[in-house]
């Protein structure tokens, strides 16, 4: 089958985008084609796979799928591409709208400069905070509802875990310096952690200064990624509930990639600003069917 498809990235952190308004594919197929598009020896190698699809509650639908097939609840870097994609495609005619992620409806802005869209900015909608929502479990008998510097021994690593769903989980360590953050190690052992039923998206966060912060991920289901656009939200509430960083400021978080600017408002919602870029388009010949 061939399959017209767009690359595009956010920092880096890329996707094979399908145009679910023209190309059909059948449900049973949709975790093998991630697997298979995203690998570089199968297919065109990417963090994974995103569909865009109508929607009967927002102007387009997001679906995300990680490299490992698994499908995710939310992608933020996601959301800006396919924000982006919509627009140019014609499928929204003007600049603000709304995107449907698996976890819910978010309003998009699309800024143009001489007429393209460079950055996006998504309203992320309010983190969730509740233990059994993320959801985790605890081994350490800990009651508190919320996970704030809890103690969580990895191997023979003493790390203290935030965690903080996006809609999709994310738990958030501290350290002294980004450069020395043991993701290769504590990022693997940590994403399918018995504490986390739906395993985890492993963010590391070092403290700049109040304004910013410098961030690395080991994403489920697709590894080590140039940025993780809800991973930088879920760093920036993390470090708000830390004490870190104030709440309703913006926040510069620099990750592999770039930098993402995230507000956590005083109204609860999480503002995320940040680039989408179309790197190529093209068919995909999928062997499989
Ligand atoms: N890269 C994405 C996150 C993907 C999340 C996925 N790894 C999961 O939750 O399983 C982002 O920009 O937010």
Redesign the pocket.
Same mark, same amino acid.
């Given at each position: 089958m061939n399959i017209p498809f767009t690359k595009m990235h956010?920092l880096g952190?890329n996707?094979i985008y399908i145009d679910g308004f023209k190309v059909d594919l059948k449900e049973e197929h949709l975790p093998n084609l991630a697997k298979d598009v995203s690998n570089v020896f199968t297919g065109i190698g990417s963090?994974?796979l995103i569909l865009m699809l109508p929607s009967d509650f927002a102007d387009v639908r997001m679906r995300?799928f990680?490299k490992d097939g698994?499908e @995710?609840?939310?992608?933020? !870097?996601?959301?800006r591409c396919v924000a982006k994609l919509a627009y140019d495609l014609g499928y929204v005619k003007t600049q603000t709208f709304k995107v449907e992620a698996k976890s819910g409806v978010v309003d998009a802005e699309v800024e143009l400069e001489q007429g393209l869209v460079k950055n996006v900015t998504i309203d992320m909608g309010q983190p969730i905070l509740e233990r059994s929502q993320i959801p985790m479990k605890t081994l350490t008998g800990a009651e508190e509802d919320h996970v704030i510097q809890e103690p969580f021994l990895v191997g023979e690593e003493d790390l203290y875990a935030t965690a903080v769903s996006?809609g999709?989980?994310?738990v958030v360590f501290y350290v002294d310096d980004i450069a020395d953050a043991p993701i290769q190690t504590v990022g693997p052992a940590v994403t399918d952690d018995q504490r986390f039923p739906e395993?985890v !998206?492993v963010e590391f966060v070092e403290v700049v200064n109040d304004s910013e912060i410098n961030f690395r991920?080991w994403?489920?289901?697709?590894g080590i990624?140039q @940025?993780?656009?809800?991973? @930088?939200?879920a760093a920036v509430v993390s470090s708000v509930l830390n004490d870190y960083v104030p709440k309703g400021d913006e926040v510069t978080v620099h990750l592999d990639g770039g930098d993402l600017m995230i507000t956590w408002k005083e109204d609860g919602h999480v503002m995320m600003k940040g680039p989408a870029v179309t790197v190529a388009s093209g068919e995909y010949y999928w062997q499989k069917i």
């Open positions: 956010g952190n996707y963090d994974g995300i990680n698994s @995710a609840m939310n992608c933020g !870097n996601g959301l996006m999709n989980p994310h395993g !998206n991920v994403e489920r289901g697709s990624t @940025a993780c656009g809800t991973g @930088a939200c």
